[in-house]
T-cell receptor
Framework: DADVTQTPRNRITKTGKRIMLECSQT?????MYWYRQDPGLGLQLIYY???????NKGEISDGYSVSRQAQAKFSLSLESAIPNQTALYFC??????????????FGPGTRLTVL | EDKVVQSPLSLVVHEGDTVTLNCSYE??????LLWYKQEKKAPTFLFML????IEKKSGRLSSILDKKELFSILNITATQTGDSAVYLC?????????FGTGTSLTVIP
């Protein structure tokens, strides 16, 4: 089974709709991240969380909100979707610095299209 | 402002060629430099570099970091069509990962 899972994998919605993307992990990591990826722009950080009570905005948080329901679950919401939020969204996890390999583990991605 | 810049943006080579991908970074509280390979799915980890001048190798791939000049290179020798992908580098502060836009590599048979 995959260590980091995302649902849904694909979603098409209309402008103005509220959308929730979900991420679950079995790696036991405290740190979780949401990124969006657009062609030519690389991975841009939306929000990150270091534990259930610690949530931080990334570089492009406007129009998004998150919820860390448990150590293993981190959800991303688009309160009122707009077409320029059409992108590929990745959830990632990482361990505490210095406890192991300082890398991120990515989910399979959610392709979101806003019409 | 923290940033990571990769070059070239794209590259097309023939099988058997050797390629060098570049990554320069300006990251406050820099901790490590990471390389990922992304095919049509999630990025997968290749290397983590923390010390200058120490080459990391995995098969035909190798990477090295220069912390004085703030850059890293990823070398791929004897390229194969399966190496076709986007290669991402990221600067890690321990709290955040700053990604470059990636280099798109296409290997032609």
């Amino acid at each position: 089974d995959a260590d980091v899972t995302q649902t849904p994998r694909n979603r098409i919605t209309k402008t103005g709709k509220r959308i929730m993307l979900e991420c679950s992990q079995t790696k036991g990591h405290d740190r979780m991240y949401w990124y969006r990826q657009d062609p030519g722009l690389g991975l841009q950080l939306i929000y990150y969380s270091f534990d259930v009570k610690d949530i931080n905005k990334g570089e492009i948080s406007d129009g998004y909100s998150v919820s860390r329901q448990a150590q293993a679950k981190f959800s991303l919401s688009l309160e009122s979707a707009i077409p320029n939020q059409t992108a590929l969204y990745f959830c990632a996890t990482s361990d505490l610095p210095g406890t192991g390999l300082d890398t991120q583990y990515f989910g399979p991605g959610t392709r979101l299209t806003v019409l | 402002e923290d940033k990571v810049v990769q070059s070239p943006l794209s590259l097309v080579v023939h099988e058997g060629d050797t390629v060098t991908l570049n990554c320069s970074y300006e990251v406050t509280n820099f901790r490590s430099l990471l390389w990922y390979k992304q095919e049509k799915k999630a990025p997968t980890f290749l290397f983590m570099l923390t010390s200058s001048g120490i080459e990391k190798k995995s098969g035909r791939l190798s990477s090295i970091l220069d912390k004085k000049e703030l850059f890293s290179i990823l070398n791929i020798t004897a390229t194969q069509t399966g190496d076709s992908a986007v290669y991402l580098c990221a600067g890690n502060t321990g709290n955040q990962f700053y990604f470059g836009t990636g280099t798109s590599l296409t290997v032609i048979p």
